[in-house]
Nanobody, 126 residues
């Protein structure tokens, strides 16, 4: 079975940094778009960052542009999210996601993704 497992969440002060990791298993995703989404209490799950098959194209939610960096290591079937200058509004459960279709849709939407991790909680508080 396909599994995506996130790690790296935790408590950080405003202005601090965290690095999230996601390791996929069950199939290779080297030809697939992967991304990170987040969901805060009472809010809809939203797109945060996406990356295409070889990492040549990335996309970000405007509010994290310049602070977050998505990357991937296809040899390890993994994707990462480096989060810098964290703000309280970044607090959420962060989910790793993957598109089942090779070279599939670039839509920045929850329903564009087929596989999801269980999430890792990021808390930003002083």
């Amino acid at each position: 079975q396909v599994q995506l497992v996130e790690s790296g969440g935790g408590l950080v002060r405003p202005g601090g940094s965290l690095r999230l990791s996601c390791v996929a298993s069950g199939r290779a995703f080297s030809r697939n778009t992967m991304g990170w989404f987040r969901q805060a209490p009472g809010k809809e799950r939203e797109f945060v960052a996406g990356i295409n098959d070889d990492g040549s194209r990335t996309s970000y939610l405007e509010s994290v542009e310049g602070r977050f960096t998505i990357s991937r290591d296809n040899a390890k079937n993994s994707v990462f999210l480096q989060m810098n200058s964290l703000k309280p509004e970044d607090m959420a459960v962060y989910y790793c996601a993957a598109d089942a279709e090779p070279y599939g849709s670039s839509r920045r939407a929850v329903d564009a993704m087929d596989y999801w991790g269980k999430g890792t909680l990021v808390t930003v508080s002083s």
